[in-house]
């Protein structure tokens, strides 16, 4: 720095300041220990000693009072007060009165009517007075007199004594009166004494036994009533106490011989005055010395101060930058000149070195800006000056590189870092520090202005200049022009910005392309459906199903476009619902058994039988990922096996882990085509598009799911061998599930010793299938050909059946066809016969009589759902021996009576789609109206009262949505049952279906065998129970039906099994009495179908109960047509609260 040293930065005074903080330090700890020695015994003194005043004060204040009380008391024995004259007796209290100096205020006597001559002359009448009445009956009486006060207002304590004749009668009374401020004068006259400011040393106070304030000798009384109560509290038990306020201490005591506590408020700078004085001596007494030393030690160090003064002064000149400063003069040859000679030789080597530096500095094709700790610039190359515009003498030591920036982005700048650092950052010195935080160096984008005002980009690198100790002594900044680089940022994010639009186009281009190819595509498949339906040539029924087959080729293409386009646009969501994987494997096995064809394969389904039966999860996307995986397989394997696995990996915190496998014997997969198997578009060979057909996009959709999901699939491959494709995925437990609670295993169909045949060739086929049949409890036996079979059978003839049940594969090698099937049909006896085989093999039965066909069939692949039906179906069979009832109640669609066809609204705006749908529907013998939008559609609704209502969504005018809402207004779920139709697959567009009060929705293309069951199903929901008629019951109030739906679905949810063992044990009173409940509650309920049958059940079993006990096949139809009746109502009002709940939760 240039010039003297400001004082603080002196080594001369700060050494002066170090020897007298030496000093002072000594003196005040001296001084500290004598105060704090002596502070304890003063503080300690003060506080006794008040206490002691109190106390003193209190006894005598209580001898006072005793000594007026035995005044009186010998007042009343003197006989001139007894037996004198009232002349005598005045004269005497007169007397009495000027004995004792002015203490007593008043002295009289009164005889027993209460009239009291004073002596002053005065008569009072204290008749009513209680302490006068007290020594009318002989006792003193104290402090409680209503006399009147003193003439100056002050309180006063009366004393009425009884005076006693010489037969020890009361004869009169005396009185004396006293003022509390003159007692308490007396008492405290040291404690009046006042400070020359005239302030009081302490305050008195006499409380009562309640801590009101009796009297105060200051007038003052300074205590709260909170701190009274406290002071008396204290007392409690005691009788003196201490209690800390603000302004000091109160000392109280308890007055002798009364209820009264003296109490002495202090302040606590009186209280501690000589400690006060004693700190203000030793204070005194310390600053005297310390200034005599101060003298001393200054005139000591003053002298080698100055030389050093003088080094000080060249090296500040140095620092500056003057490296051509004056040679320091050598005058003593100690230290201090040692000193000097080395600054001198310092200077030197320091102008050698930074001349030739600073001209390249100076020179350089970066700007460079340095400045100190406090940024200000000092240094500002030639470069700086040119792309900046300012010159060198503008800015350094005058600017900082705030000055040069723009405050644009200086605000920008301070903002972002005000968010990072969660505090506010002003665009300020305080801004420069935050960006270089702890870093020693940064590099940051910023922009500076021109001094023309123009804004100029640069790229700048910022150091800290640290010298050899870390400390931090200046900043130095490199920047350079990037002006052209900015503009090149700007043409590529506008690129950037061009592509990612042309991107989100292309997306919409194909969700809307592909959503309009489905509308035509849907008229080819349903049209191609009907004309099967009429009478056709071989070969143009041979070209329909090529027609269909290759429109559904085409859907399927345009539905992975349509998924893949979701993908890329990162719009691919997954739904959250309860599902039965069962059921899903089973409509998986279903679909695939159409792509197998005639092909010889086996498709073995392994699925564990302790799977939970309800799991949380997309059970559309887990299907679409497992038909993809299995038709790839289906697709590239010519001979051998498919194998989809399905292991429990895990089951525990209401979670399972699956893994899902697919192997085949396929064609393989080389490492190489390995590689490109999840790009979009690519299959693994070229060849392979035209051999197979495809898009590519299959496995690449597949893949997304499940990564989705939480998995990854993986793929193991040999060529020629075949391949194995394998994910591993985590599922939530429905709620009604219970921890680690897996669906129970089948019991035995009949009876414990159940036998079965099985023809299945050795190989995972014959392991899956004795897997799921031993499930049964049943003794299984495998024929690894239909010849062993048929000799097995053969061998059995003169004894009595041996089996009950015979599984067949009808695509077997040694399987010759109808002659091999009669035979078999003729051996098997009574046994009932289930075929396995493919869809065209079933076609094939329906060309047999149906005598000759077999009981059931099971198209494969075989999956334990599929099998629990048919060994359900057996058993229901059995139990009621009546099939024919059964077909009617399970068969789809049913065949109805010409009086009792269903009415169905189809609401449908394109003219190929109504035309579809209704050839459909009438020719399964529905009765079909048409409306081509919303608004005809609410407008026949309220002409006509229709069973059902199929619904498009997309319509002109009034769209499906808001028609559905319109109708729900006036007609709930259970009344009028509205199926979607809609191309959309999504899983917000089925939930969006079902807020709006949809029971159900059909995906397009409609399919004959989904539109039937579908509207099979809700049909038979909505006729379970007339609800006009069970409004009826209930006054209109909907609220109370659906409650008791809920109740009657949960309290006879499990009512068949029960009945049933009822029954079966012969316990005909429960069952009566079961039966007669339900017949009640179905019939408040018209739930004609249940009542019915109850009824029907009711009469059978009263009409033949001694019969029943002998023969139970007599009640075992009528339960079965019950039991029927009663499953379908409690579906159908599951269903219907279902939807109530959907719809209510969103309007």
Same mark, same amino acid.
């Given at each position: =720095?240039?010039?003297?040293?400001?004082?603080?930065?002196?080594?001369?005074?700060?050494?002066?300041?170090?020897?007298?903080?030496? &000093?002072?330090?000594t003196s005040l700890a001296s001084g500290l220990v004598y105060y704090q020695s002596a502070e304890s015994t003063i503080r300690s003194n003060q506080v006794e000693n008040a206490g002691i005043r109190v106390a003193t004060r209190a006894d005598a204040l209580g001898l006072l009072l005793r000594s007026f009380l035995k005044l009186i008391e010998a007042d009343a024995q003197n006989n001139t007060v007894r037996f004198g004259g009232e002349f005598e007796r005045m004269l005497f209290l007169r007397e009495e009165r000027n004995r004792m100096g002015g203490l007593i205020d008043s002295i009289g006597y009164g005889d027993?009517? @209460?009239?009291?001559?004073?002596?002053?002359?005065?008569?009072?009448?204290?008749?009513?007075?209680?302490?006068?009445?007290?020594?009318?009956?002989?006792?003193?009486?104290?402090?409680?007199?209503?006399?009147?006060?003193?003439?100056?207002?002050?309180?006063?304590?009366?004393?009425?004594?009884?005076?006693?004749?010489?037969?020890?009668?009361?004869?009169?009374?005396?009185?004396?009166?006293?003022?509390?401020? $003159?007692?308490?004068?007396?008492?405290?006259?040291?404690?009046?004494?006042?400070?020359? @400011?005239?302030?009081?040393?302490?305050?008195?106070?006499?409380?009562?036994?309640?801590?009101?304030?009796?009297?105060?000798?200051?007038?003052?009384?300074?205590?709260?009533?909170?701190?009274?109560?406290?002071?008396?509290?204290?007392?409690?038990?005691?009788?003196?106490?201490?209690?800390?306020?603000?302004?000091?201490?109160?000392?109280?005591?308890k007055v002798p011989g009364t209820d009264w506590s003296l109490t002495h408020h202090v302040s606590t700078d009186k209280l501690f005055k000589p400690l006060h004085d004693l700190l203000l001596r030793t204070i005194a007494i310390t600053l005297v010395t310390e200034l005599a030393l101060s003298f001393l030690l200054f005139l000591m160090i003053s002298p080698p101060f100055r030389r050093i003064q003088d080094i000080l002064k060249t090296t500040e000149e140095v620092a500056a930058g003057n490296l051509h400063v004056a040679p320091l003069p050598i005058e003593v040859e100690d230290e201090i000149g040692a000193l000097? #000679?080395?600054?001198?030789?310092?200077?030197?080597?320091?102008?050698?070195?930074?001349?030739?530096?600073?001209?390249?500095?100076?020179?350089?094709?970066?700007? /460079?800006?340095?400045? $100190?700790?406090?940024?200000?610039?000092?240094?500002?190359?030639? &470069?700086?000056?040119?792309?900046?515009?300012?010159?060198?003498?503008? /800015?350094?030591?005058? *600017?900082?590189?705030?000055?040069?920036?723009?405050?644009?982005?200086?605000?920008?700048?301070?903002?972002?870092?005000?968010?990072?650092?969660?505090?506010?950052?002003?665009? &300020?010195?305080?801004?420069?520090?935050?960006?270089?935080?702890?870093?020693?160096?940064?590099?940051?984008?910023?922009?500076?202005?021109?001094?023309?005002?123009?804004?100029?980009?640069?790229?700048?690198?910022?150091?800290?200049?640290?010298?050899?100790?870390?400390?931090?002594?200046?900043?130095?900044?490199?920047?350079? %022009?990037?002006?052209?680089?900015?503009?090149?940022?700007?043409?590529?994010?506008?690129?950037?910005?061009?592509?990612?639009?042309?991107?989100?186009?292309?997306?919409?281009?194909?969700?809307?392309?592909t959503h309009e190819i489905r509308t035509p595509i849907n008229g080819i498949v349903g049209l191609s459906q009907l004309m099967k339906r009429t009478s056709l040539t071989e070969d143009q029924l041979d070209y329909m199903e090529k027609i269909i087959s290759s429109s559904e080729v085409l859907l399927g293409i345009v539905n992975d476009i349509l998924d893949y386009s979701k993908i890329e646009a990162g719009k691919f969501e997954l739904d959250r619902i309860a599902f039965e994987p069962d059921e899903l494997f089973r409509k998986l096995g279903d679909t695939l058994s159409y792509f197998l064809g005639t092909r010889?394969?086996?498709?073995?389904?392994?699925?564990? #039988?302790?799977?939970?039966?309800?799991?949380?999860?997309?059970?559309?996307?887990?299907?679409?990922?497992?038909?993809?995986?299995?038709?790839?397989?289906?697709?590239?394997?010519?001979?051998?096996?498919?194998?989809?696995?399905?292991?429990?990996?895990?089951?525990?915190?209401?979670?399972?882990?699956?893994?899902?496998?697919?192997?085949?014997?396929?064609?393989?997969?080389?490492?190489?085509?390995?590689?490109?198997?999840?790009?979009?578009?690519?299959?693994? %060979?070229?060849?392979?598009?035209?051999?197979?057909?495809?898009?590519? +996009?299959? +496995?690449?959709?597949?893949?997304?799911?499940?990564?989705?999901?939480?998995?990854?699939?993986?793929?193991?491959?040999?060529?020629?061998?075949?391949?194995?494709?394998?994910? /591993?995925?985590?599922?939530?437990?429905?709620?009604?599930?219970?921890?680690?609670?897996?669906?129970?295993?089948?019991?035995?169909?009949?009876?414990?010793?159940?036998?079965?045949?099985?023809?299945?060739?050795?190989?995972?086929?014959?392991?899956?299938?004795?897997?799921?049949?031993?499930?049964?409890?049943?003794?299984?036996?495998?024929?690894?050909?239909?010849?062993?079979?048929?000799?097995?059978?053969?061998?059995?003839?003169?004894?009595?059946?041996?089996?009950?049940?015979?599984?067949?594969?009808? #695509?077997?090698? !040694?399987?010759?066809?109808?002659?091999?099937?009669?035979?078999?049909?003729?051996?098997?006896?009574?046994?009932?016969?289930?075929?396995?085989?493919?869809?065209?093999?079933?076609?094939?039965?329906?060309?047999?009589?149906?005598? !000759?066909?077999?009981?059931?069939?099971?198209?494969?692949?075989?999956?334990?759902?599929?099998?629990?039906?048919? =060994?359900?179906?057996?058993?229901?069979?059995?139990? *009621?021996?009546?099939?024919?009832?059964? !077909?009617?109640?399970?068969?789809?669609?049913?065949?109805?009576?010409?009086? $009792?066809?269903?009415?169905?609204?189809?609401?449908?705006?394109?003219?190929?789609?109504?035309?579809?749908?209704?050839?459909?529907?009438?020719?399964?013998?529905?009765?079909?109206?048409?409306?081509?939008?919303?608004?005809?559609?609410?407008? =026949?609704?309220?002409?006509?009262?229709?069973?059902?209502?199929?619904? !498009?969504?997309?319509?002109?005018?009034?769209?499906?949505?808001?028609?559905? =809402?319109?109708?729900?207004?006036?007609?709930?779920?259970?009344?009028?049952?509205?199926?979607?139709?809609?191309?959309?697959?999504?899983?917000?567009?089925?939930?969006?279906?079902?807020?709006?009060?949809?029971? $159900?929705?059909?995906?397009?293309?409609?399919?004959?065998?989904?539109?039937?069951?579908?509207? %099979?199903?809700?049909?038979?929901?909505?006729?379970?129970?007339?609800?006009?008629?069970?409004?009826?019951?209930?006054?209109?109030?909907?609220?109370?039906?659906?409650?008791?739906?809920?109740?009657?679905?949960?309290?006879?949810?499990?009512?068949?099994?029960?009945?049933?063992?009822?029954?079966?044990?012969?316990?005909?009173?429960?069952?009566?009495?079961?039966?007669?409940?339900?017949?009640?509650?179905?019939?408040?309920?018209?739930?004609?179908?249940?009542? *019915?049958?109850?009824?029907?059940?009711?009469?059978?079993?009263?009409?033949?109960?001694?019969?029943?006990?002998?023969?139970? *096949?007599?009640?075992?139809?009528?339960?079965?047509?019950?039991?029927?009746?009663?499953?379908?109502?409690?579906?159908?009002?599951?269903?219907?609260?279902?939807?109530?709940?959907?719809?209510?939760?969103?309007?």
């Amino acid at each position: =720095m240039k010039g003297e040293p400001i004082m603080l930065q002196s080594l001369r005074l700060r050494t002066w300041l170090l020897l007298l903080a030496t &000093t002072l330090v000594t003196s005040l700890a001296s001084g500290l220990v004598y105060y704090q020695s002596a502070e304890s015994t003063i503080r300690s003194n003060q506080v006794e000693n008040a206490g002691i005043r109190v106390a003193t004060r209190a006894d005598a204040l209580g001898l006072l009072l005793r000594s007026f009380l035995k005044l009186i008391e010998a007042d009343a024995q003197n006989n001139t007060v007894r037996f004198g004259g009232e002349f005598e007796r005045m004269l005497f209290l007169r007397e009495e009165r000027n004995r004792m100096g002015g203490l007593i205020d008043s002295i009289g006597y009164g005889d027993l009517s @209460g009239r009291m001559k004073l002596s002053d002359g005065r008569t009072l009448d204290v008749s009513d007075d209680p302490l006068f009445r007290k020594a009318q009956l002989g006792l003193t009486g104290f402090m409680e007199s209503k006399a009147p006060p003193a003439a100056d207002g002050s309180k006063r304590i009366n004393v009425f004594q009884p005076v006693k004749d010489s037969r020890n009668k009361v004869q009169g009374v005396l009185w004396l009166s006293f003022r509390l401020d $003159d007692l308490l004068a007396e008492i405290t006259r040291d404690s009046l004494i006042a400070d020359a @400011g005239g302030a009081p040393f302490a305050e008195y106070a006499l409380l009562d036994a309640s801590g009101e304030t009796i009297n105060a000798p200051m007038k003052s009384d300074s205590l709260t009533p909170e701190q009274r109560q406290r002071v008396v509290a204290l007392l409690s038990g005691k009788n003196s106490a201490r209690l800390d306020v603000p302004s000091g201490m109160v000392f109280a005591y308890k007055v002798p011989g009364t209820d009264w506590s003296l109490t002495h408020h202090v302040s606590t700078d009186k209280l501690f005055k000589p400690l006060h004085d004693l700190l203000l001596r030793t204070i005194a007494i310390t600053l005297v010395t310390e200034l005599a030393l101060s003298f001393l030690l200054f005139l000591m160090i003053s002298p080698p101060f100055r030389r050093i003064q003088d080094i000080l002064k060249t090296t500040e000149e140095v620092a500056a930058g003057n490296l051509h400063v004056a040679p320091l003069p050598i005058e003593v040859e100690d230290e201090i000149g040692a000193l000097s #000679e080395s600054v001198n030789t310092m200077v030197a080597q320091l102008r050698n070195s930074f001349d030739p530096l600073k001209a390249i500095t100076l020179q350089n094709e970066y700007g /460079v800006i340095v400045t $100190d700790t406090k940024y200000v610039i000092t240094q500002f190359n030639a &470069t700086a000056e040119r792309l900046l515009g300012y010159s060198a003498e503008e /800015v350094v030591g005058k *600017a900082t590189p705030l000055t040069l920036s723009s405050v644009e982005d200086l605000e920008a700048k301070a903002k972002r870092i005000s968010g990072r650092l969660g505090r506010t950052v002003p665009p &300020t010195t305080e801004l420069l520090d935050a960006m270089i935080g702890g870093r020693n160096f940064y590099t940051d984008e910023r922009i500076y202005r021109h001094k023309n005002g123009s804004n100029l980009p640069v790229l700048i690198s910022i150091s800290k200049i640290m010298d050899n100790s870390g400390s931090v002594t200046g900043y130095i900044g490199l920047f350079r %022009d990037i002006t052209n680089e900015k503009r090149i940022q700007t043409e590529m994010l506008k690129a950037k910005e061009q592509a990612e639009e042309a991107n989100a186009f292309k997306s919409l281009f194909l969700a809307r392309m592909t959503h309009e190819i489905r509308t035509p595509i849907n008229g080819i498949v349903g049209l191609s459906q009907l004309m099967k339906r009429t009478s056709l040539t071989e070969d143009q029924l041979d070209y329909m199903e090529k027609i269909i087959s290759s429109s559904e080729v085409l859907l399927g293409i345009v539905n992975d476009i349509l998924d893949y386009s979701k993908i890329e646009a990162g719009k691919f969501e997954l739904d959250r619902i309860a599902f039965e994987p069962d059921e899903l494997f089973r409509k998986l096995g279903d679909t695939l058994s159409y792509f197998l064809g005639t092909r010889q394969l086996e498709m073995i389904f392994d699925i564990p #039988e302790t799977l939970p039966r309800r799991i949380v999860g997309d059970p559309f996307r887990l299907e679409q990922v497992l038909l993809n995986l299995l038709n790839n397989a289906i697709k590239f394997t010519n001979k051998g096996y498919i194998h989809f696995r399905v292991e429990l990996l895990e089951l525990q915190d209401r979670r399972v882990m699956l893994e899902f496998a697919v192997t085949d014997t396929g064609i393989g997969i080389t490492e190489e085509q390995l590689s490109n198997l999840f790009q979009p578009f690519v299959q693994a %060979d070229g060849s392979i598009s035209r051999k197979y057909g495809g898009t590519g +996009l299959g +496995l690449v959709i597949s893949d997304e799911i499940i990564t989705l999901m939480g998995g990854r699939l993986e793929v193991e491959s040999r060529i020629g061998e075949g391949s194995r494709f394998s994910f /591993v995925l985590s599922f939530p437990l429905a709620k009604e599930e219970d921890d680690g609670q897996a669906e129970e295993p089948a019991r035995p169909i009949l009876a414990e010793s159940v036998r079965i045949l099985c023809i299945e060739r050795p190989g995972l086929m014959q392991d899956s299938l004795r897997s799921m049949l031993h499930s049964y409890q049943a003794e299984v036996e495998f024929a690894d050909s239909w010849k062993i079979a048929l000799e097995a059978l053969s061998r059995d003839l003169t004894a009595n059946p041996s089996y009950d049940y015979i599984f067949c594969n009808m #695509e077997m090698p !040694d399987m010759y066809g109808e002659e091999t099937w009669l035979r078999l049909r003729r051996l098997a006896g009574t046994a009932r016969i289930v075929s396995m085989t493919t869809p065209l093999g079933h076609n094939e039965w329906l060309r047999m009589d149906e005598t !000759d066909r077999p009981e059931r069939t099971l198209i494969k692949p075989i999956n334990r759902r599929a099998l629990r039906d048919v =060994m359900d179906s057996f058993k229901r069979e059995i139990e *009621a021996e009546r099939k024919q009832a059964e !077909d009617s109640y399970k068969s789809a669609p049913r065949k109805r009576e010409p009086g $009792d066809k269903p009415k169905i609204l189809l609401v449908e705006d394109h003219l190929i789609n109504q035309q579809i749908a209704y050839e459909l529907l009438s020719g399964a013998g529905y009765e079909v109206d048409v409306a081509s939008n919303g608004l005809s559609a609410i407008a =026949m609704v309220g002409e006509i009262n229709y069973d059902l209502v199929l619904m !498009d969504i997309h319509m002109p005018g009034l769209d499906g949505y808001e028609a559905t =809402m319109r109708l729900r207004s006036t007609l709930n779920t259970w009344r009028l049952p509205i199926i979607a139709m809609t191309a959309n697959t999504r899983a917000e567009d089925r939930q969006r279906c079902l807020s709006v009060g949809m029971n $159900d929705f059909l995906t397009k293309p409609i399919e004959s065998d989904a539109l039937f069951a579908m509207v %099979d199903r809700w049909t038979r929901h909505a006729r379970q129970i007339d609800w006009d008629d069970a409004l009826i019951r209930v006054n209109g109030k909907e609220q109370i039906l659906r409650h008791m739906l809920r109740s009657f679905s949960m309290e006879y949810s499990g009512f068949s099994e029960r009945l049933g063992s009822k029954l079966e044990e012969r316990q005909w009173e429960d069952a009566l009495r079961m039966l007669h409940t339900l017949k009640g509650i179905s019939g408040n309920l018209s739930a004609n179908s249940v009542f *019915a049958a109850a009824k029907e059940l009711e009469s059978t079993l009263i009409e033949n109960i001694r019969e029943l006990g002998k023969d139970s *096949a007599e009640w075992e139809p009528g339960f079965g047509k019950l039991r029927i009746a009663l499953e379908e109502l409690l579906e159908a009002t599951t269903w219907e609260h279902k939807n109530t709940m959907n719809f209510q939760n969103i309007t």
